[in-house]
T-cell receptor
Framework: GESVGLHLPTLSVQEGDNSIINCAYS??????FIWYKQESGKGPQFIID?????DKRQGQRVTVLLNKTVKHLSLQIAATQPGDSAVYFC???????????FGGGTRLMVKP | KAGVTQTPRYLIKTRGQQVTLSCSPI?????VSWYQQTPGQGLQFLFE???????NKGNFPGRFSGRQFSNSRSEMNVSTLELGDSALYLC????????????FGSGTQLSVL
């Protein structure tokens, strides 16, 4: 089946800096994308989503960018805080389904 | 509103046994999905239930099954457990309209010895 960014890199940033987490997806039919944050011992927590008819969406301190031409998704976190330390997953789905395909995740470490 | 509740939180079983995991969705949510999370394979979709019917199914063997009750609560069952079934099993609920955010529980950590 299609896969989304199967690897677990680590991103280390200084507190207060901006963070950018990237994700490559391979299913060109995907029309809905979500970013999740998972802290140790917890389930994934919804951060922000974007539909394929948009290329940018902003939330509180977070922005998601979607580039359908190169099948790339990114999550930008402004003024990164220690509480942002977690593993971040992108996920995609298509055809109005709830069957999410998850990427491998990126570990974000915030240095005080 | 209470979040998605999964029980039990931890479970230890031996090979060959069977196990049943439970999930209570957020009140008003009619869709329940199950995911398996392992260090090697990451998060993988098992199946989704909506209005007591399986709506989608992932690529898992028939040993993995589930069901949903009229109150939207769901259970998943794994029969003839194998060592490789050791994983965090996550349940997620949503309204059921599709292409919508899923809300996850904290999961059941299953260890198969």
């Amino acid at each position: 089946g299609e896969s989304v960014g199967l690897h677990l890199p680590t991103l280390s940033v200084q507190e207060g800096d901006n963070s950018i987490i990237n994700c490559a997806y391979s299913n060109s039919a995907s029309d809905y994308f979500i970013w999740y944050k998972q802290e140790s011992g917890k389930g994934p927590q919804f951060i922000i989503d974007i539909r394929s008819n948009m290329d940018k969406r902003q939330g509180q301190r977070v922005t998601v960018l979607l580039n359908k031409t190169v099948k790339h998704l990114s999550l930008q976190i402004a003024a990164t805080q220690p509480g942002d330390s977690a593993v971040y997953f992108c996920a995609e789905t298509y055809n109005a389904g709830n069957m999410l395909t998850f990427g491998g995740g990126t570990r974000l470490m915030v240095k005080p | 509103k209470a979040g998605v509740t999964q029980t039990p939180r931890y479970l230890i079983k031996t090979r060959g046994q069977q196990v049943t995991l439970s999930c209570s969705p957020i009140s008003g949510h009619r869709s329940v999905s199950w995911y398996q999370q392992t260090p090697g394979q990451g998060l993988q979709f098992l199946f989704e239930y909506f209005s007591e019917t399986q709506r989608n199914k992932g690529n898992f063997p028939g040993r993995f099954s589930g069901r949903q009750f009229s109150n939207s609560r769901s259970e998943m069952n794994v029969s003839t457990l194998e060592l490789g079934d050791s994983a965090l099993y996550l349940c997620a609920s949503s309204m059921g309209q599709g292409n919508e955010k899923l809300f996850f529980g904290s999961g059941t950590q299953l260890s198969v010895l």
